[in-house]
C-alpha cells in the first residue's frame, strides 16, 4: 500500500492513502483528534485503576502511544491489544513526528518498540503498561467480553465498507463488558443506526477540531 507522508494543522503527521483517497488522521490535526476522540472522549470516560483495551486499527500507533501516556499521567494499568492486518513499514513510521510535538522524546524505545515487538505475544512494556498486537482481520476474531473500551479506528465508510457493517459490530459489543464503551470518530447516520441495532446504547458527541460529530456506544 503506497501512503505518502503530509504534514496536518496542528503540525503533527499523517500518512495519505491514495489508492483508497483516505489519510490515518485528520488533515485538522492528526494529535489532537486522537486526544480527543480516543483519549478524551474515551479513556477518560471510562477511566478505572485497570482498563482493558481493543484497537481496531493500530497503523501509525498514535492512539497507543497516547494511552501509553496515559498510564504515566493517571498511573492506571493498561492492557492494550491493537489489531492491524495491514502493518505499515518501518520506513513510514520512524519519520513521524509525534514524539517530538507530545514532547516524550525520551520514550522513543516505547514508540519503537509498539511496531518493531513481534505480532501476537503480550509484552509488558513498563509495570502499568502491557501491549499486545495482532494481524488478524476484525472479521476473524470472536472476543468475549474482554474489554472495557474499544477505539474503533478504522477507514472511513467510502474507504473500507466493510468495515461498518453489522456483522462487525456484533463481534465488537460481543468483545466488551457490560458497561464497556466504544469510540470512533465517525458519526454517519448509518453507523449510528447499525451500532444501535446491534445493541449499543449510542451518544453523539461533539467530535474534534474540523469534524462536528463522534459517537460514543455503550453496551447495557
Known amino acids: 500500500m503506497d501512503v505518502d507522508l503530509i504534514t496536518t494543522r496542528d503540525g ?31 479513556l477518560c470516560h471510562f ?17 497507543a502511544f497516547l494511552t501509553f501516556l496515559e498510564t504515566i499521567n493517571q498511573e492506571i494499568l493498561i492492557n492494550y491489544h491493537a489489531l492491524e492486518p495491514f502493518p505499515l513499514p518501518l520506513s513510514c513510521t520512524i519519520k513521524l513526528n509525534y514524539l517530538k510535538l507530545l514532547e516524550a522524546v525520551k520514550f522513543q524505545k516505547v514508540f519503537n518498540l509498539m511496531h518493531q515487538c513481534p505480532w501476537g505475544p503480550a509484552i509488558q512494556v ?11 482481520k476484525v472479521q476473524d476474531t470472536d472476543y468475549k467480553t474482554e474489554f472495557e473500551l474499544i477505539y474503533y479506528d478504522a477507514f472511513a465508510p467510502h474507504a473500507q465498507a466493510e468495515m ?8 465488537m459489543i460481543d468483545a466488551l463488558k457490560s458497561g464497556g464503551g466504544l469510540v470512533t470518530y465517525c458519526a454517519k447516520g448509518d453507523v449510528r443506526r447499525t451500532m444501535q441495532k446491534v445493541g449499543f446504547h449510542v451518544q453523539k458527541l461533539p467530535g474534534p477540531r474540523g469534524k462536528r460529530e463522534m459517537l460514543r456506544g455503550i453496551k447495557p
Open 164 to 171: 461498518w457493517n453489522e456483522d462487525v459490530f456484533v463481534k
Open 47 to 63: 477511566s478505572s485503576e485497570s482498563l482493558s483495551i481493543l484497537e481496531v486499527g493500530f497503523g501509525t500507533g498514535l492512539n
Open 126 to 136: 513498563t509495570p502499568q503498561y502491557k501491549f499486545q498486537k495482532s494481524i488478524r
Open 12 to 42: 503533527s503527521h499523517t500518512l495519505d492513502v491514495p489508492g483508497l483517497k483516505e489519510r490515518y488522521h485528520s488533515i485538522h490535526g492528526a494529535i489532537q483528534e486522537s486526544k480527543h476522540v480516543f483519549i478524551e472522549m474515551g
